[in-house]
């Protein structure tokens, strides 16, 4: 039993989705999350998730809560007497809701949150690591198509310093 536990801990730990899928969202706001990602999700399926604004990118983003817990705790972290730290921790915050998967493996996105996200019909679900993005389908296929500079470019410069001798 207690291997179980150390199991669970450590597999918690370790959230890394993979997979892109297209979906659709329905007239109440309810998003089928597709298969492939509904069983990386089995394991925190009893637990909430936090959906969110991205900082970046117009899109959400959907966190298993113990991740969005650890984010969390680094940004309590910030000294509360910087202004700036206060307006950065506002604008995150805004419009966070807590979620669930229903019984049929969806899940209930806010009106808010649509409109931010420009989402009204064809979405993508694009596993980012420890977080699920959820596109504007166009929007996504956009983004992707047009970074501003080649994959090629882009990956050496952000992977160019990696020594991966030491894994």
């Keep these: 039993m207690q291997n179980s536990c150390i199991f669970a801990k450590n597999f918690e730990a370790m959230v890394d989705f993979i997979g892109a899928h297209d979906c659709t969202i329905d007239s109440k706001g309810r998003v089928i999350v597709p298969a492939p990602l509904k069983r990386q999700l089995l394991p925190f399926a009893d637990k909430k998730f936090i959906v969110k604004r991205s900082a970046s990118s117009p899109c959400l983003e959907l966190y298993v ?10 940004l309590s972290k910030l000294n509360p007497f910087v202004k700036k ?31 931010y996200s420009g989402i009204s019909k064809d979405v993508t679900m694009a596993a980012v690591g420890n977080i699920i993005e959820i596109w504007n389908k166009s929007l996504y296929e956009g983004t992707i198509a047009t970074t501003g500079i080649s994959f090629e470019a882009l990956a050496e410069d952000v992977m160019g310093g990696i020594d991966f001798s030491q894994d």
């Design 85 to 115: 730290n206060n307006d950065f921790k506002r604008a995150l915050f805004a419009g966070i809701k807590e979620v669930e998967l229903d019984s049929t493996g969806r899940i209930l996105l806010a009106k808010d949150l649509l409109a």
């Design 65 to 74: 809560m113990e991740e969005w817990d650890k984010l969390r705790t680094k």
